[in-house]
């Protein structure tokens, strides 16, 4: 190399340096403990949208090696089993800044942080001045490739060094596809609620369908972590669609571009074409409020004419857009995966109908985990997710944050200082934001900007979860007082009998007369638990009569028959009251006596059931179980089958008639106006007024 | 303390307790343990014994919950526990029985408050007094000093001749926690009245000043709410040397009650108070009055002070004009005074001119 060229690329050197420098903020790379997690992200998303586009179940590790000897330097080696990259296309994939289509279409993605992983291997090049390992296969070939990259400073792209064709085999195992990656960079490992191992498990609680480890080996090369968060479900997330821009929700720049490179020669087929929600109806009343002509040339339009174009697009009503581009997790995938990776007494979820906010489709899912082993005098641990990626800075500047300070949570149990701010107690609250677009508050994209409409719908999802913590509460309070009965009649009262009988040498005395009087109760004692043996969940109910007079109850217990759970051994038999409820009519308990209903439950994994409702028909109050509420039950049987009905009506809709209004607005109408109208003549009546 | 009773009166009177527990479940009906109960409003003046005892009111504790079932288990472990040290010529600390306590399944104690005050229920449902149950306390008496002398019976079982003032260094002579006649004997003194006296700061001033032997007093520091056996000993001195008892306390509520122990008996012990509580007693100050007579440097009354102060003012033991006075005075000044605050006219204010002026009202200097 000549020395004009070692300068200029000395020159490019520092150019590059100094755009990390610059930008470090926002890149994820701006202090040692923050770039490894950086990484390690780039990565992970990688994989995981890559197996999702493939439609494969991800197996992601995740290995970080301490170098010995070197101040703060990490070896990170990542492997998922996803569709590998052609050997064509590696240069492009880890070597070019925002490569790849995600950037420009509008659906819901994992997005990129910075600038992808080929920040990670510029990052490791100007630290450490090693070049990154990859390792590729593909199926639809037999060999894997395996080349080492550096980023050619001068030119900005990547440069292949040592390539080679190998057999990649795992634990004597023949890799069919999949990607490694191994690189070294200055970073630091650390622990905490800003790690690597937060990081995973955040990931892995929003993306159930992945099965991830992490491994990490600290400078003496001994194993110090080894985690691995099992997969909780085999269902994909749904594929996202594509959908185009709405009107409410465009830009200027965005509307002249799209003005510009519009083939239609029409104003109001431009509108109607490249917009969603716009019906020829619609279009025509933009163009008439911009004071345009609907036969206007689109690509002739001069910027105030796009001006009063954008404003008119604002003021008019449109359809909402579809919200099917949206990929939530869904309540029951959620709870799955808080449940087992945070230990706990109690889970609530709650994935809400999809909404519409200038433009954007976007829906809220919530979490919140209560007791276990969490610490009760600290502040409740929050999660906070947008399109299915953790967000582990800037907690206090978020959107998420400051809806969950603004529930007021004495009323549901937890505390708080003045009934604002974040909460203390034993809980983790989680709320996933999924949106087509998300607005951040800065390109660190580690905050949710501030939005109205957003923020009203969280707080409505975190009140529901407040409820039913709220009623969890109660009900162990209840327990409790059951428990404590108990305690009293099988242990202490047995001792006392028997210590006072030993010191006066006189014969124990029969207890249940005493057992009676000290009760005076009919109680109820239920348990539910995983039996690992059978691999079901077993609920036994166990109901005395500690009352001087005989009692008839009938018992009713909820049951997760909706998720799809199979009843067995019911040896008592009984009658469905309705769906997830069964009812067994007890035969008359006399005084001391006592009965048992026991059954289980198929077709359900470890966790999906941990809590069974009880109640009782019946004029005596039973201690450790609820009244039957005759009214909400009602209720509870419209319901039913109201969502059979539309459950049926909903499969006819997407058969005969597509594209005709959004799932949303069905939601929306079966969730508010569920007693009040057949929403199914309104989506025609819509359907046909827009069209 | 005297042994008010013998041990097989003792084991009797514990199995009555056990006896009531019993026959109740017998019946069929929840056990009980039937006790006075112990607060304020059940203390009045014995005018035979001069003191301040229980009334009649009774609770009774049953087993319908399982914080109070487990109660009466405990006592039933404890009764056991007593029956057998009893048996075997032991005897064991108040400490020691909670952390025995770990053995006995349900009916272990939470808190070492929890055994003390059990045992302080058996004491008092028993008339009997801990002594008789072989449990002593860990709290360590007083300390003394003055010309008095003492004979202790020391651990070889020998009787020592004690001098509170010549065989003693400057902490004075240390009251055990046994100060009953088998133990202590109160051999003879050379002084005019015994003064009780708070704090240990204003105790070492006195000592230093040699106030002792100028104003020929025994010195007793009370070490706050004095134990059993400081107030036991004082009653002995009082009765058996026919010596005037003073109090010389800080001048807040507080005080007022460490008096009100020593002279009618504590809320706590009133089942003995005609053992502990000195009749005679007087109170010297610090007094609301003296607040304003001597312009002490006084901090503001909190709250919980208000409230211990109009809680006395319906205490029976406060009952008369003379403190009924004080305590309102206290409450409309809104100032409380320590002892030590006299040390604003310089350190030998007290001895020189503030004791000498309350003890000649008294007739004593």
């Known amino acids: ?691 | 303390m005297s042994r008010t009773r013998n041990d097989g009166e003792t084991k009797q009177a514990l199995h009555q307790v056990v006896d009531e527990m019993y026959t109740k479940l017998q019946k069929g009906e929840t056990p009980t343990m039937t006790l006075p109960v112990r607060t304020k409003l059940n203390i009045g003046f014995d005018k035979n014994l001069g003191v301040y005892k229980y009334g009649k009111k009774k609770s009774t504790r049953d087993a319908s919950s399982l914080g109070s079932a487990k109660n009466l288990l405990r006592a039933l472990h404890m009764v056991e526990f007593i029956d057998e040290m009893i048996d075997n010529g032991k005897s064991s600390t108040l400490r020691e029985m909670y952390y025995i306590s770990e053995g006995w399944g349900h009916g272990k104690f939470s808190t070492q408050n929890e055994s003390n005050n059990l045992a302080e229920d058996l004491e008092i449902i028993t008339s009997s007094m801990r002594e008789d149950f072989r449990l002593r306390p860990e709290e360590d008496g007083s300390r003394i000093i003055g010309n008095l002398t003492i004979n202790e019976l020391n651990r070889r079982g020998e009787w020592m001749k004690i001098n509170a003032r010549d065989d003693v260094g400057d902490s004075g002579y240390g009251v055990p926690y046994n100060v009953e006649k088998e133990k202590i004997q109160l051999v003879e003194h050379d002084i005019d009245f015994i003064m009780a006296i708070e704090t240990g700061g204003m105790f070492d001033r006195l000592i230093e000043n040699g106030f002792d032997e100028e104003f020929r007093c025994g010195l007793v520091h009370l070490k706050g709410q004095p134990a059993r056996s400081t107030r036991r000993i004082l009653k002995r001195m009082n009765e058996e040397w026919n010596l005037p008892v003073v109090v010389f306390a800080d001048g807040d509520p507080w005080s007022f009650r460490i008096f009100g122990s020593i002279a009618y008996g504590a809320i706590k012990t009133a089942h003995i108070s005609e053992y502990l509580a000195t009749q005679s007693a007087t109170y010297l100050g610090v007094t609301a009055d003296d607040i304003v007579a001597y312009d002490l440097p006084a901090d503001d009354l909190t709250s919980r002070d208000i409230e211990a102060l109009k809680s006395e003012l319906s205490d029976p033991r406060f009952s008369d004009g003379y403190w009924q006075e004080q305590i309102n005075t206290m409450l409309k000044l809104g100032k409380k005074a320590e002892q030590q605050s006299l040390a604003k006219y310089g350190l030998d204010f007290v001895t020189d001119t503030y004791l000498p002026e309350k003890l000649g009202e008294l007739g004593l200097a």
Request: proline share 4%; charged share 25%; with cysteine.
């Open chain 1, 1 to 691: 190399m000549s020395i004009a060229e070692k300068m200029a690329s000395n020159q490019k050197q520092i150019a590059i340096s100094e755009f990390f420098e610059k930008n470090k903020h926002f890149l994820g790379f701006d202090t040692l403990p923050r770039a490894i997690i950086t990484a390690v992200k780039e990565a992970v998303d990688n994989s995981l949208d890559a197996c999702e586009e493939a439609r494969i179940l991800p197996d992601i590790s995740i290995e970080i090696q301490r170098v010995p000897k070197a101040k703060d330097q990490l070896i990170l080696i990542s492997k998922d089993n996803g569709p590998g990259i052609p050997q064509k296309s590696i240069e492009n994939v880890f070597g070019k800044l925002l490569y790849g289509s995600r950037f420009h279409a509008i659906r819901q993605s994992r997005g990129q942080q910075g600038i992808g992983i080929t920040g990670v291997v510029m990052y490791s090049q100007l630290t450490t001045g090693k070049q990154t390992y990859v390792k590729s296969k593909i199926a639809s070939e037999s060999t894997a490739v395996e080349v080492k990259l550096g980023i050619d400073t001068r030119k900005n792209k990547a440069v292949k060094y040592a390539q080679e064709r190998l057999i990649w085999s795992e634990n004597d195992t023949i890799v069919e596809h999949g990607l490694m990656i191994k690189t070294q960079m200055k970073a630091k490992f650390q622990r905490g609620s800003q790690s690597i191992v937060q990081y995973l498990k955040m990931t892995s609680i929003v993306n159930p369908h992945a099965n991830i480890r992490f491994k990490y080996i600290n400078s003496d090369g001994e194993l110090e972590i080894n985690e691995f968060w099992k997969r909780a479900t085999k269902s994909l997330p749904a594929p996202v669609k594509a959908i185009k821009p709405h009107p409410h929700g465009i830009h200027l720049g965005q509307l002249q571009r799209m003005l510009k490179d519009s083939d239609e020669r029409k104003l109001t087929s431009f509108l109607r074409q490249n917009f969603s929600g716009v019906s020829t109806r619609a279009a025509k009343e933009v163009c008439k409020t911009a004071s345009l002509s609907d036969s206007a040339k689109p690509k002739l339009l001069k910027t105030e004419q796009v001006n009063s174009l954008l404003e008119a697009c604002s003021n008019v009503k449109f359809l909402p857009p579809p919200t099917n581009c949206l990929s939530p997790i869904e309540d029951l995938l959620i709870k799955k995966g808080l449940s087992k990776t945070i230990d706990s007494k109690f889970v609530t979820t709650l994935t809400r109908s999809p909404r519409v906010t200038s433009g954007n489709p976007y829906q809220i899912e919530v979490g919140l985990i209560y007791g276990g082993k969490m610490p009760a005098d600290q502040q409740v641990q929050l999660l906070r997710f947008a399109n299915r990626v953790p967000l582990m800075y800037q907690q206090g500047g978020c959107l998420l944050t400051q809806s969950i300070s603004s529930v007021d949570w004495r009323q549901y149990g937890l505390e708080q200082a003045g009934g604002k701010g974040i909460p203390k107690g034993p809980a983790t609250i989680l709320v996933h934001l999924a949106s087509t677009n998300v607005q951040f508050t800065s390109e660190a994209k580690e905050a949710v900007a501030s939005n109205e409409d957003v923020m009203q719908e969280i707080r409505k999802a975190l009140l529901e979860l407040g409820r039913n913590l709220r009623r969890h509460m109660k009900k162990k309070k209840k327990m409790a007082k059951a428990q404590e009965k108990f305690d009293l009649i099988n242990d202490i009262l047995p001792a006392i009998a028997e210590k006072a009988s030993t010191l006066l040498k006189k014969p124990i005395p029969d207890l249940a007369a005493t057992i009676s009087k000290i009760m005076n109760a009919v109680i109820l004692e239920q348990k539910t638990w995983w039996d690992k043996d059978t691999k079901t969940t077993r609920i036994n109910a166990k109901l005395f009569n500690y009352t001087s007079r005989a009692r008839s109850y009938t018992i009713l217990m909820n049951w997760p028959e909706k998720q799809g759970a199979k009843m067995i051994d019911n040896d008592r038999g009984g009658r469905k009251e309705t769906v997830g409820l069964w009812a067994w009519k007890l035969e008359t308990l006399q005084p001391g006596e006592n009965t048992v209903i026991e059954f289980g439950l198929d077709n359900l994994e470890k966790g999906d059931w941990t809590e069974t409702e009880v109640f009782y028909r019946g004029s005596a109050e039973v201690i450790g179980a609820s009244k039957l509420d005759e009214k909400i039950l009602e209720e509870m049987k419209i319901q039913n089958s109201n969502e059979i009905l539309k459950e049926m009506e909903v499969e006819e809709i997407d058969e005969t008639i597509s594209n005709v209004a959004s799932r949303a607005k069905v939601s929306n109408l079966t969730d508010e106006k569920l007693h009040k109208e057949s929403y199914q003549t309104t989506l025609f009546d819509r359907g046909e007024k827009d069209e």
